[in-house]
Structure formats: C-alpha cells, structure tokens
C-alpha cells in the first residue's frame, strides 16, 4: 500500500548543488524502517547510494559519494531528503528512494532484488 514519491530533480552545473526529496505515503509511522537512495547507470543494476535507519540513527555513504550527500528527514517523519553537493557528471542518474523495516543502513544500501521503486527523478549534471 506504501507508495513512494521522488521530486527534486533537474539540471545542475559540475559542482554544484541539488536536493531531492521522498515522501513515502499509505503509512502509519516509519519508526522501525531504514530508508535509503539508489541510483542506476545503463546497463547496469539498480544500487544504494544513500540509507539511513530510523531506527537506530545510523547511516551509511557508498564510497564515491562520501563526504558529498547527505541523507536526512525534511521535518514529517515520511519525508526524507537527499542532499547532493560537489555533483559530478557521473552523479547524473536517475535517483530512487526505498524504504524497509527493520534493516540496518549499510544493509538497505547493499540489498539486492530490490522491486517496489516511485518513478524517480532525473538528475542531470551539465553546463
């Protein structure tokens, strides 16, 4: 019943910054999920870039984005933002969040199989 919402994206310069944002709706409370952010390069499989744990506060970064995103609620505990600084042009995918109980961040960001995705939202990283 949870449905997942992706908004935020556009055309940002190298180097520059952007947020996105997921609101996750049909929902009680989030307080034992972990959320998270993938995104996907062609031909390639979808990957987590971004998580964090409601739970237990945790989060976790994959390596080439470390020190560069942020991930973090946007007031309502249904809302999560992703906050991208420093963008490369590799940076510029199409960004998915995912939300799941009862996992840890790093496990959420290194899951696999991963079916129920929002229609994401475009990031383009250009002059």
């Known amino acids: 019943q949870v449905q997942l919402t992706e908004s935020g994206g556009g055309l940002v310069q190298p180097g520059g910054s952007l947020r996105v944002s997921c609101e996750a709706s049909?929902?009680?409370?989030?307080?034992?999920?972990?959320i998270g952010w993938f995104r996907q390069a062609p031909g390639k499989e979808r990957g987590g870039v971004s998580c964090?744990?409601?739970?237990?506060?945790?989060?976790y970064y994959e390596d080439s984005v470390k020190g560069r995103f942020t991930i973090s609620r946007d007031g309502a505990e249904n809302t999560f933002r992703l906050e991208m600084t420093r963008l490369k042009h590799e940076d510029a995918r199409i960004y998915f969040c995912?939300?799941?109980?009862?996992?840890?961040?790093?496990?959420?960001?290194?899951?696999?199989?991963?079916?129920?995705w929002g229609q994401g939202t475009h990031v383009t990283v250009s002059e």
């Open positions: 995912v939300v799941k109980p009862l996992m840890t961040a790093q496990a959420l960001c290194n899951k696999k199989n991963v079916v129920h």
């Open positions: 049909g929902f009680s409370t989030l307080d034992h999920y972990a």
């Open positions: 964090m744990s409601i739970r237990d506060g945790g989060t």
